[in-house]
């Protein structure tokens, strides 16, 4: 799972937790407002016709009371009481159809359903009172019933109601309510008991009953919770008269009764009830009456706040949700531009930075702390994770560096030992010189003494290799351009089996002096591996010439053939520096490691290919920069090389290219000749410490017209003297092999040696007094 997407998820699973507890919390108090909304619209729309009814009720049920009892009661008041009764019943019933539709919650259902069937049977006892049918006991039995009904149709209104300070505060009302039905009780009582004053054992048992319920309501569940206003109200009630008097008419009528056979005889304070009774009656039915009014009031305050309890909850919750979507979204993108910039700094660290340093270690170049991170101490995780690269790349660079300054110590050390060695191999050259100058009338020493010098130039270069792939460079005595014909006889005179090298340079180009070792090494090394992984009797050719992007050199031998893949492992040898290891692990192959490092050093490009003979051709491109401004001399002649050995001049070459001037303006060759060796002192000295000039062999070159308009020299054509018979082809002579040198060929070469360098020598200082 990627980064953002977690973090997306980190953000999405609490917003959406905290949305859903917002949910189901504004859920909540919007039931809870509608449950009290509802009890509100339940209690303005049957609480009233309830309480008008119960109030009715209770006056119909006096007047029957009193008629039962044969009080003196006029049928027109009870008939208008009736009527009064009756309206209030329609009125129950159809509020009560109307609430069908929504329900009301079981308790108060029950009670509704009850009141309901009671006042079914109101005409029934209507006519036993009528008719005095019955105990009077019964009918009011029958009208307690259903009031009680209505009472408990209240209590059921406000049970359920969901909050605990409305339940608490209903409680008094409800308790006020049953209180003012025990006083009605005991009025209704006392009117049953008619002008003899006599009530039944079971009635005088309800009337004390409802006096005990009444003062044990109000005591208990109304004035403890009463505010100070309603509080202080009730005790304006009950200090007055008419409380006093009703106080007094109970405490008679418990204290003073007599029993008689046909029942209980009330004292006389009875009759005070019916002028007491209307007034505090009234008294504390306005009492409760406020108090409803005020529950209502409250439930009314409290829906309210819920529903703006619901309001804040949600237009609260949904800014802290848009408040954390944003600082989700600010941080998640915060985090990730870090970690992108972390992640590119390090990429571009990993690519680009870190290789280049090494690189410039490799290279033994210092290297700026400043361009590698830095350790900055940041306490948050990004932070540390870039610390952490960073001191990762430190300690990477560290190691780079050591290897490095390893690397470099063991180049010192190794150029240090090829210096030495080298210092000893010149000695060795400069010995043999001597032993050639003193010991040169013996041809025979003379032969061992040039192998043993071309053994020692060529462990000289060996040394040079050594040299070279350490760091060195390679000393260079040369203070004058050279030519690039004698550029390539000096090239080839390095290489030990120098006489199967054929050698074509016809542009006539001159390089810097300064790089005449370098370059000299560089096709000494593709020369010497041409010879030898080519057969014996083969001859390698290398060829020089002039092409856009300076002198192009191309060595070609008759080699085994190589196969693609070979090539191109050569050729990246050749184009990159190698490192130790593998330098190691191919040290049979340094020729081209040290080609590699020279032609880096030069700028030039080496590429090794197949030729058309199916053996190797390289091609050496030299940048036209390392090429001498002056121009060669017209008429040049090749120089000698380093070793004597290297002195055996050769004829013109067979292969040269075809394009070829025109017959009258192509020079004759002249022909090598051989000549007596001349005295060993006159020999010029081969190691590289000497003169440049010192070093140099000659050998003859085409001499070309002058180019001042004067015509070439006659030209014989071969053959042209001879009979037709003798023109005939030959037949080839059988090939004689090799074999090693006589003493007399090699007293020719060396003869040839001498004479072609002081002929060299004679020329060049001519030419140097003409300039």
């Known amino acids: 799972m990627r980064l953002r997407t977690m973090l997306i998820w980190l953000a999405v699973v609490p917003t959406v937790a905290m949305g859903a507890q917002v949910a189901v919390t504004a859920e909540r108090l919007l039931t809870q407002a509608d449950h009290l909304r509802g009890d509100l619209e339940a209690s303005k729309r049957i609480g009233e016709p309830l309480f008008r009814l119960m109030v009715e009720l ?25 009527a009064a009764t009756d309206k209030a019943v329609a009125e129950f019933r159809r509020l009560s159809a109307d609430s069908d539709a929504t329900p009301e919650p079981g308790q108060a259902a029950e009670h509704v359903q009850e009141v ?12 036993r009172a009528d008719a005095r049918s019955g105990v009077a006991a019964q009918t009011m039995a029958y009208y307690d019933g259903v009031i009680d009904g209505i009472t408990g149709l209240y209590q059921g209104a406000f049970s359920h109601a969901e909050d605990a ?38 009635a005088f048992g309800e009337f004390l009953n409802d006096a005990g319920a009444h003062q044990h309501l109000y005591d208990t569940w109304v004035v403890p919770y009463l505010p100070p206003a309603a509080k202080q109200t009730y005790e304006g009630i009950t200090s007055s008269d008419a409380w006093k008097t009703k106080l007094r008419v109970e405490t008679a009528v418990i204290a003073q009764h007599k029993i008689t056979d046909s029942g209980m005889k009330l004292p006389a304070e009875v009759n005070d009830w019916s002028t007491a009774y209307p007034v505090f ?42 408040l954390v979507v944003a600082v989700v979204v600010v941080t998640t993108r915060s985090v990730l531009r870090r970690l992108r910039r972390l992640h590119e700094r390090t990429v571009a660290i990993a690519e680009e930075t870190l290789p280049d340093v090494v690189a410039r270690l490799h290279r033994g170049q210092p290297v700026d702390d400043d361009a590698l991170p830095a350790v900055r101490g940041d306490q948050d995780e990004v932070g540390q994770i870039s610390d952490a690269f960073a001191r990762v790349v430190a300690v990477s660079v560290d190691g780079h560096r050591q290897l490095a300054a390893e690397r470099h110590g063991f180049g010192m050390f190794a150029s240090g030992i090829a210096s030495r060695t080298g210092n000893l191999v010149s000695r060795q050259l400069s010995l043999t010189e001597d032993i050639q100058d003193t010991f040169g009338h013996d041809e025979a020493l003379l032969a061992e003494l040039m192998r043993s010098d071309q053994l020692t130039v060529g462990m000289r270069r060996q040394i040079e290799n050594l040299l070279i792939l350490s760091g060195g460079e390679v000393p260079d005595p040369h203070t004058e351009p050279m030519r690039v014909a004698d550029l390539l006889r000096e090239a080839a005179a390095e290489v030990e089996d120098f006489r199967r090298i054929e050698r074509h340079a016809l542009d006539e180009a001159s390089v810097e002096p300064s790089v005449i070792s370098q370059i000299s090494h560089l096709l000494a090394e593709l020369l010497d591996n041409a010879t030898r992984f080519s057969p014996p009797r083969s001859k390698v050719v290398i060829r020089a010439e002039l092409v856009a992007d300076g002198l192009s050199v191309e060595i070609e031998d008759r080699g085994p053939r190589v196969g693609e893949s070979g090539y191109e492992e050569m050729n990246r040898r050749l184009h990159s520096a190698p ?4 330098l190691a692990e191919n040290a049979h192959r340094l020729g081209l490691f040290v080609v590699g490092h020279l032609a880096e050093q030069l700028g030039a490009t080496v590429t090794l290919r197949r030729s058309v003979y199916g053996g190797t051709s390289a091609v050496v491109v030299l940048p036209s920069e390392l090429m001498a401004r002056t121009a060669a001399p017209a008429a040049s002649v090749t120089r000698p090389s380093r070793t004597p050995g290297a002195a055996a001049p050769e004829p013109a070459p067979e292969s040269a290219p075809a394009t070829a001037p025109a017959p009258a303006t192509t020079p004759a060759p002249v022909p090598v000749r051989r000549a007596a060796p001349e005295p060993v002192a006159q020999r010029a000295p081969t190691g590289r410490a000497a003169p440049a000039l010192a070093q140099r062999t000659p050998a003859l070159r085409p001499v070309t017209g002058d180019t001042a308009g004067r015509p070439a020299l006659p030209e014989r054509v071969p053959q ?13 002579e059988p090939d004689p092999g090799p074999g090693p040198d006589t003493p007399e060929e090699v007293a020719d070469a060396w003869a040839d040696y001498e004479e072609g360098t002081q002929k060299v020598e004679a020329e060049l200082r001519q030419e140097q007094d003409q300039r």
């Open 281 to 322: 009656s009234a008294q504390l039915t306005e009492l409760g009456n406020q108090r409803s009014r005020d529950l209502l009031a409250h439930a009314d305050e409290k829906a309210a706040e819920l529903e703006g309890d619901v309001y804040w909850l949600v237009g609260g919750s949904a800014g802290a949700l848009l």
């Open 116 to 127: 309901k069937t009671r006042l079914e049977q109101l005409g029934a006892f209507r006519s």
């Open 720 to 732: 042209t003297h001879m009979t037709s018979q003798l023109r005939a082809p030959r037949a080839p």
């Open 58 to 82: 209770q006056a119909e049920r006096k007047l029957t009371a009193a008629r039962w009892a044969g009080a003196p009661a006029r049928d027109g008041d009870l008939r208008d009481r009736r």
């Open 579 to 582: 490192p130790y290891a593998e």
């Open 165 to 202: 300070g409305l339940l608490q505060e209903s409680r008094p009302v409800i308790a006020m309510l049953s209180a003012s039905e025990m006083l009605a009780r005991q009025d209704t009582i006392l009117t049953l008991a008619g002008p003899s004053r006599e009530l039944t054992p079971t």
